[in-house]
T-cell receptor, first 117, second 113 residues
């Protein structure tokens, strides 16, 4: 099946620094990717939709200036958490669908655990 | 607004038992429903996808059913094994599409030898 690679798996940073998370589709092209966030013992919540070659669309309540999304190619989307604070500590996970096939299955990366000190 | 609820929140069973995990959703106009498995600190693995026109899907020891009219889906796990221990999530798409998903909070399953 299709593989989505997410990097890094975990990151610890100081408050105020920025952290970049990469999401790559390894064997397929994805014009659209999705970023989710999961707090401990809670469900995954959609943050934003990453669109190749255009601006991302953000869900209500998600600060676009804080969570910068770039989707510069058909296989790579990045999420940058700017000026991270302890409340941004969470599990971030991306997903993508193969644009070249009419397949409704979404494939997920392995996630990134962010801890902000 | 679509809401997805999963019951029970946690389940601990001895190996070999047959299990039923429940998922309910408030808006029955769904495009499909997916069941995922999530291991601690890891990503999601898609287990089964049921189209809105389907009643059930099977994969190995897993069987998922869908009753759109009542807003319910069940995941049946036969002859549970310790390796089945994980969190099981169900998800339905946002209205109007099938790419963006709304997830339930999950059922944390522990199967002990």
């Amino acid at each position: 099946g299709a593989v989505v690679s997410q990097h890094p798996s975990w990151v610890i940073c100081k408050s105020g620094t920025s952290v970049k998370i990469e999401c790559r589709s390894l064997d397929f092209q994805a014009t659209t990717m999705f970023w989710y966030r999961q707090f401990p013992k809670q469900s995954l919540m959609l943050m934003a939709t990453s669109n190749e070659g255009s601006k991302a669309t953000y869900e209500q309540g998600v600060e676009k200036d804080k969570f910068l999304i770039n989707h510069a190619s058909l296989t790579l989307s990045t999420l940058t958490v700017t000026s991270a604070h302890p409340e941004d500590s969470s599990f971030y996970i991306c997903s993508a669908r193969d644009s070249g096939h009419h397949n409704e299955k979404l494939f997920f990366g392995s996630g990134t655990q962010l801890s902000v000190l | 607004k679509q809401e997805v609820t999963q019951i029970p929140a946690a389940l601990s069973v001895p190996e070999g038992e047959n299990l039923v995990l429940n998922c309910s959703f408030t808006d029955s106009a769904i495009y499909n429903l997916q069941w995922f498995r999530q291991d601690p600190g890891k990503g999601l693995t898609s287990l089964l996808l049921i189209q809105s026109s389907q009643r059930e899907q099977t994969s190995g020891r897993l069987n998922a059913s869908l009753d759109k009219s009542s807003g319910r889906s069940t995941l049946y796990i036969a002859a549970s094994q310790p390796g089945d221990s994980a969190t099981y999530l169900c998800a339905v798409p946002f209205s109007g599409g099938y790419n963006k998903l709304i997830f339930g909070a999950g059922t944390r399953l522990a199967v002990h030898p």
